[in-house]
């Protein structure tokens, strides 16, 4: 598995899963604003740029990270965050190991199951992934994710590199996960994180979330579409992680 890492020489671990489609730079700037105090891991997902890996599901991906933290930091550390995809594989590897972190952000995960969605994506796909590497068509597509502008470069060079087989398999497995009822064993303290721009399955999916996990705190993020807390409010984000732990 690859990463990008700062603040090694911190004993303290925190890790961070980006979104769909995304990269490691989706927590570049709470990675910087973080690594004077702690160890800041961000693994490249399954089937993304740079990733050694190819995306098979995310009970796979989950499995690996696991994997990882097992080998390099004796089973568990302080912190994992993780947002929209990375948000599911971090509700799975809570749900496959309840004590793999102490704390838990999870934003914008959905796991509500849209069988409708799944069915499309493939014919979706074959239509028009010969459009991603089209500069105009990928504006508009990073236009409608709510990215800060300054991100465009590297959105577009990542996702060019993301093969369609790839897409369709992470797309296809976000859009059908669900909770398994392990997650209520989870010992981490959980906070849970929504928009109230998102859409209404995407909140369902965070009160869902709450509902199953005692203890876990849930925050619904006026003014804020899917994924936008930690991509696009950095300093916020941060202050929340200091807060909490």
């Known amino acids: 598995m690859r990463t990008v890492e700062y603040g090694k020489e911190n004993k303290e671990v925190i890790m961070f899963l980006h979104g769909g489609g995304l990269s490691w730079w989706n927590y ?28 098979t599901s995310i ?8 994997e990882y933290i097992d080998e390099k930091y004796n ?67 990073f236009k409608s994710l709510k990215i800060k502008n300054d991100l465009f470069e590297e959105y577009y060079r990542d996702t060019c590199l993301i093969s369609k087989e790839n897409m369709i398999a992470f797309l296809e497995e976000n859009s059908v996960f669900s909770l398994k009822d392990t997650i209520s064993n989870v010992c981490a303290k959980v906070f849970i994180y929504v928009g109230d721009k998102e859409n209404q399955a995407m909140k369902k999916s965070a009160k869902f979330i709450h509902s199953k996990i005692p203890n876990s705190e849930l925050y619904i993020l006026p003014n804020l579409a899917h994924g936008e807390f930690s991509i696009n409010h950095a300093s916020e984000y941060v202050n929340e992680i200091n807060k909490m732990l």
């Open 75 to 141: 089973r568990s550390i302080k912190m994992i965050g993780g947002v929209s995809l990375g948000g599911q594989i971090l509700v799975e590897m809570l749900s496959q190991r309840n004590d793999i972190c102490e704390y838990a952000f999870i934003e914008s995960a959905l796991v509500i199951p849209m069988k409708l969605t799944n069915m499309l994506i493939k014919p979706s796909m074959d239509m028009s992934y010969f459009l991603i590497k089209e500069k105009w068509f990928s504006k508009l597509q």
């Open 28 to 55: 570049r700037e709470i990675a910087e604003m973080l690594a004077d105090k702690y160890h800041i891991i961000i693994p490249i997902l399954d089937g993304h740029s740079g990733s050694n890996h190819s995306f």
């Open 59 to 66: 009970e796979d991906n989950a499995n690996r990270i696991i």
